[in-house]
């Protein structure tokens, strides 16, 4: 089963920028779908993106489609969150999820196998 580790995350202002990164290991370029989550207080997990191996198919959360962008380095194993524009609502534990297989890609989290341990995002004046 694949380990996964995120980081990047981190107090920033509304309107800014942050990278999230998640190394996969344990399965050196195995094929596996990713995907970030994210979950706030008292609130239920959310789908925020989910990204297919080798990474064609893409797809988005609709609180977060065009300013969050989700990418992947199949050869570093790694899986990346770039979030733009930033909205004190954006506030949460992001949490990386993987599963193997290629070409598959879901938004529900209950079909993920392997999740990381989080990183927090807060996004406040």
């Known amino acids: 089963q694949v380990q996964l580790a995120e980081s990047g995350g981190a107090l920033v202002q509304p309107g800014g920028s942050l990278k999230l990164s998640c190394v996969a290991s344990g399965t050196a370029h195995s094929q596996f779908a990713m995907g970030w989550f994210r979950q706030a207080p008292g609130l239920e997990r959310e789908f925020v993106a989910a990204i297919s191996w080798p990474g064609a198919n893409i797809r988005y959360g609709a609180s977060v489609k065009g300013r969050f962008t989700i990418t992947r380095d199949n050869v570093k194993d790694t899986l990346y969150l770039q979030m733009d524009n930033l909205k004190p609502e954006d506030t949460a534990v992001y949490y990386c999820?993987?599963?193997?297989?290629?070409?598959?890609?879901?938004?529900?989290?209950?079909?993920?196998?392997?999740w990381g341990q989080g990183t927090q995002v807060t996004v406040s004046s």
């Open positions: 999820a993987a599963r193997p297989g290629s070409h598959w890609i879901s938004n529900s989290a209950a079909e993920f196998s392997s």
